[in-house]
């Protein structure tokens, strides 16, 4: 007979499981969460909305080993910038090799000094 007991012993038991597991994965295992596949004979945009929900889902299990293992503060800041930047970057990576017509180029002279400028500016902030 299912009890509530019985029910929330089960519910226990799956989350402390799961709790365990992650527990004892490196952070290199955590890439066994990363679900994301890009599919060439989809749109651009089918890709992104893939691409968009299996970050989240990346992001919640990495946020969740970084807690255990490194503690709650400035979690939000290390899963960006460990995790999630990299699978972005990618993900603009295999875009721009797919299509790489998607980029738009300058219309104007000023237009392509600026980006110049710009370019120049986030070259010099480079750390060492």
């Known amino acids: 007979m299912i009890t509530e007991d019985s029910l929330k012993q089960v519910f226990d038991n799956v989350i402390t499981q799961a709790r365990d597991e992650l527990q004892s994965c490196s952070q290199y295992d955590l890439e066994r969460f990363w679900f994301f596949k890009y599919d060439p004979n989809a749109r651009i945009e089918w890709n992104f909305y893939q691409f968009n929900s299996m970050l989240d889902l990346y992001a919640r299990k990495c946020r969740q080993w970084e807690e255990l293992h490194n503690g709650s503060q400035c979690v939000v ?52």
């Open 77 to 128: 800041e290390r899963v960006r910038d460990t995790y999630i930047m990299p699978k972005i970057s990618e993900f603009v990576s295999t875009v721009k090799a797919v299509s790489p017509g998607h980029t738009r180029l300058p219309t104007c002279r000023e237009e392509a000094e600026w980006m110049v400028l710009i370019g120049e500016q986030y070259l010099k902030n480079l750390p060492e």
